[in-house]
């Protein structure tokens, strides 16, 4: 697993620096959005709890929650209050629970008498561990996936400035893209663009089984 750091220096030795930009807090931003891009697209199905507090509604949710997926439901009638006595829980009088979810809240109604461990499954990004400078649970192989649209993020901040150097190189498989240092930059970030989401796609494919990269190559 990559440092922000260390991501954002590969991608400013791929794309180079002209005429001043992108500036140093450009390419970090461009490696945060892909990251988040591909969060979206490509999320981890996690497993998790909430530790439900009688007379408390509204839970933070596990970090970089995106959507629920399920929530365990209750399946008894009866449950212990924070005292551990026992509750009735009475859906047969059409007071069943729900809930809301906002944000990285979520909000229980009505207000639950119970205390008790709720399972969910959920979709969850690649949330910034400052800490660390690591983007939680981002593998060595999906950051490969990620400088593709991470260096398209870049060349669509530096559209205005002839491209210079080496050009652009990058390989996925046994299929290698050349490009000389004339090609416009619009049409580089859109041809990274359709290699990011094809990447993105075929990962999606495997949700479910060991997703193997072994054909990658580092960008250079």
Same mark, same amino acid.
Request: net charge neutral; proline share 0%.
């Given at each position: 697993m990559s440092t922000l750091t260390e991501l954002v220096a590969r991608v400013t030795a791929l794309v180079p620096a002209q005429g001043g930009k992108p500036t140093a807090a450009q390419y970090a931003q461009a490696v945060r959005d892909a990251v988040h891009d591909f969060g979206r697209r490509c999320p981890r199905m996690l497993y998790g709890s909430l530790s439900i507090v009688a007379g408390t509604a509204t839970y933070n949710l596990p970090d970089g929650f995106q959507r629920l997926i399920e929530l365990e439901g209750l399946a008894a009638d009866t449950y212990r209050n924070g005292d551990g006595f026992l509750v009735v829980f009475d859906t047969a009088t059409g007071t069943a629970e729900q809930h809301v979810i906002s944000g990285s809240t979520i909000t229980f109604y009505p207000t639950p008498a119970y205390t008790l461990a709720r399972n969910l499954w959920y979709a969850a990004g690649y949330p910034y561990a400052a800490g660390s400078d690591t983007?939680?649970? /981002?593998? *060595?192989? %999906?950051?490969?996936?990620?400088? /593709?649209? *991470?260096? %398209?993020n870049t060349l669509r901040v530096a559209a205005q400035v002839t491209a210079g150097g080496r050009g652009i190189n990058y390989q996925i498989g046994d299929v290698s893209i050349q490009r000389a240092v004339t090609q416009p930059h619009m049409q580089l970030a859109g041809e990274l663009d359709s290699a990011y989401a094809d990447?993105?796609?075929?990962?999606?494919?495997?949700?479910?089984?060991?997703a193997e990269y072994s054909g990658w190559e580092a960008l250079r």
């Open positions: 983007f939680t649970g /981002l593998t *060595a192989d %999906a950051e490969e996936i990620v400088m /593709l649209r *991470a260096q %398209a990447a993105c796609r075929s990962l999606v494919g495997f949700i479910g089984a060991r």
